[in-house]
């Protein structure tokens, strides 16, 4: 079994950054490609980013590419995403998801973490 915890979240306002992390556990880490996931309230959990097992692969959504990058640290079994320039359409939970391979459907990830709360007020 593979645990996540996501940590970080909160409330910023418009063009302020958050960082996220998110400390997994229970499993060889580097085996995993990792995921960031977010839902905002009444739409489904979409794709913000995603990096490879050794982090030299990544892949962001359009909506934030260019604002987000996303790290891992496969000695600290953690990987993060720093969010700048943020925007009131980025308000959602946050998902941190371990899966089976690199992609952008939520069905392609094993194991989630319980989300953080990301609101940006304008």
């Known amino acids: 079994q593979v645990q996540l915890v996501e940590s970080g979240g909160g409330v910023v306002q418009a063009g302020g950054y958050l960082r996220l992390s998110c400390a997994v556990s229970g499993r060889t880490f580097s085996n995993y490609p990792m995921g960031w996931f977010r839902q905002a309230p009444g739409k489904e959990r979409e794709f913000v980013a995603a990096?490879?097992?050794?982090?030299?692969?990544?892949e962001y959504s359009g909506s934030v590419k260019g604002r987000f990058t996303i790290n891992r640290d496969n000695a600290e079994n953690t990987v993060s995403l720093q969010m700048n320039n943020l925007k009131p359409e980025d308000t959602a939970v946050y998902y941190c998801?371990?899966?089976?391979?690199?992609?952008?459907?939520?069905?392609?990830?094993?194991?989630w973490g319980q989300g953080t709360q990301v609101t940006v007020s304008s």
């Open positions: 990096i490879s097992r050794g982090g030299g692969s990544k």
């Open positions: 998801a371990a899966g089976g391979y690199m992609g952008y459907d939520p069905a392609t990830y094993n194991y």
